[in-house]
């Protein structure tokens, strides 16, 4: 086409036309917001590091005869609670019985030996006070008096240590608890030390744990924790941990642990399942979303948030955690309410409207209404 006709055309063309070509698109027009898979912030329970353990008593010793023997009685069973005092189990004391009156009889002859020999130093002291008497045989005297005092001492020694083997004949519970496991039987022989009970006493509870070896350095005495019981899921208490292993275990590789709580306001019983988190339970609202939510700029992190009555987006600043494999934490920032930018964070703009649906494609209600499919221009 030639030059001139060109211009000729553009010439009859009105000027109003040519402006509205190029301005903004018509008051009314509709468009399509588009989707946006969006998801609401989770607890990040899930991220936090967990250890299954086991409600104990603080005290839990192993109660054993202190001699060796045979055991006749078997006076209680596991689970039974016990006071301080109480007997649990007996030994055959036939023997002790025979060595308990063997002392007693050797004490009544030393205290008799020991008397007699009183009476004849006195008798000395009188004949040497009238010279009828030397000093040596005075002196003589006086030297089986002193042994008959010493032989006196050790058989009342020798008495006291058999009545205590004889009382050591009962196993008697240290103080009041309840029998958490038994090693011994009736009829069976056990040696000094030997363990027959184990007491977990009464008072202070706390939960054992076993710690991996990969992470027991982010673990040390003293450290705040938060304990839950499997019977109160939602309740999480604090915790303080008390002991830990110096090693680990030579067959689980693991480091025992101990955290020790309040159970004057807990009430957990013994046996009961429990569960650790490391983090503190003062910050039990810590919520969570999916790596691909998050993005960042300059460093700082930030989200895509719904605003629920326009249907637009807004940037958010957040505060975020440790990340983890699939979700990170966000310390702040969010509320549980919120709706956010799941995908395709990187196509969005402030201000843009857009229709949310989840991961299926499904429409989200959103404060009890649904995003138009089509909506006007503003």
Request: charged share 20%; glycine share 8%.
């Amino acid at each position: 086409m030639n030059r001139p006709l060109v211009t000729a055309a553009l010439a009859a063309v009105p000027l109003c036309l040519i402006l509205a070509a190029c301005g903004p698109a018509e008051p009314g027009k509709s468009v399509k917001p588009r989707p946006a898979i969006m998801v609401q912030p989770q607890s990040a329970d899930a991220l936090r590091q967990v250890y299954p353990g086991e409600v104990r008593a603080r005290f839990e010793p192993d109660l054993a005869f202190r001699i060796g023997g045979k055991i006749s009685r078997r006076l209680v069973n596991v689970g039974d609670r016990v006071t301080a005092g109480q007997a649990l189990a007996k030994l055959n004391a036939d023997d002790l019985q025979l060595q308990l009156d063997s002392a007693k009889a050797a004490f009544r002859s030393a205290a008799a030996e020991q008397q007699l020999a009183a009476s004849q130093l006195e008798r000395y002291r009188k004949l040497l006070a009238r010279q009828l008497v030397s000093q040596s045989q005075f002196d003589s005297v006086q030297t089986r008096f002193d042994a008959g005092s010493a032989q006196l001492e050790q058989a009342r020694a020798q008495l006291e240590v058999a009545r205590n083997r004889a009382g050591y004949a009962i196993l008697k519970a240290p103080r009041a608890g309840v029998i958490a496991r038994r090693f011994a039987e009736a009829g069976q022989v056990v040696a000094a030390g030997q363990a027959v009970f184990r007491l977990a006493a009464d008072g202070e509870r706390e939960v054992r744990i076993d710690l991996p070896e990969q992470g027991i350095g982010r673990f040390k005495v003293g450290q705040q924790l938060a304990v839950e019981l499997w019977s109160r899921p939602g309740q999480p208490f604090p915790g303080r941990l008390r002991e830990l292993a110096p090693a680990a275990d030579p067959t689980s590789r693991t480091f025992e642990a101990r955290v020790a709580f309040d159970n004057a306001h807990v009430g957990a019983e013994l046996g009961q399942s429990a569960r650790v988190y490391q983090d503190s339970a003062a910050q039990p609202q810590v919520l969570s979303l999916p790596l691909s939510a998050v993005t960042a700029d300059s460093g700082k992190p930030y989200v895509w948030v719904l605003e629920p009555g326009q249907f637009t987006l807004h940037k958010t600043p957040i505060t975020v955690g440790p990340y983890g494999a699939e979700r990170v934490p966000v310390l702040s920032g969010l509320s549980t309410n919120d709706w956010v930018v799941a995908a395709g964070t990187q196509l969005v703009h402030e201000g843009q409207r857009v229709r949310p649906v989840d991961r299926a494609n499904r429409p989200i209600e959103v404060d009890g209404v649904y995003a138009r499919e089509e909506t006007q221009q503003p």
